[in-house]
């Protein structure tokens, strides 16, 4: 709610900074999510591993050497790319934190923001994670349970 009107400057309430403090960060953990899932959704073709990337890094440098400037261009750039995949394998983000946190907040910015199951489910979010996170398909009533206190 809107306090004081002060000359084309608007003051708000600490409830209605609060609200749009609360909804950046749940905005925050939600994008972060995503983005953790598109990063790690696997590729078509073979699967990466540490160990291939390495043996393929050791395979260049041993060429590299011996080949004309078009071919050590070519082969630099494989090198660049493959130690930049390297690091992403090796510094990915942390699945389990993130999701742990995306569970406590999805259901308020789904309701807040009007986002259904399928859309999250498009966006390769799993149903097991919605359904913790009390985000039923449609039709289903499905609420998080609740802690109990003893």
């Known amino acids: 709610m809107v306090t004081n009107i002060d000359h084309n400057r608007m003051t708000f309430s600490n409830e209605k900074k ?27 073709g073979r699967k990466r591993t540490l160990e291939s990337i ?42 389990g934190e993130l999701e742990s946190e995306f569970i406590g907040v999805a259901q308020e910015y789904s309701k807040r923001k009007g986002i259904s199951f399928p ?14 996170a009390g985000i039923a398909p449609i039709g289903k009533v499905e609420r998080r349970p609740r802690a109990r206190a003893f």
């Open 54 to 95: 390495t043996r393929q890094l050791n395979s260049i440098d041993t060429v590299i050497k011996n080949t004309h400037p078009l071919n050590r261009l070519h082969l630099t750039q494989k090198k660049i790319e493959l130690t930049q995949e390297l690091e992403r394998l090796k510094n990915g983000p942390d699945i």
């Open 119 to 132: 859309a999250w489910k498009e966006l390769g979010v799993s149903p097991d994670v919605l359904a913790k």
């Open 18 to 44: 609060s609200t749009l403090s609360e909804g950046r960060e749940q905005s925050k953990i939600v994008r972060r999510y995503l983005e953790a899932i598109e990063i790690s959704k696997p590729k078509r």
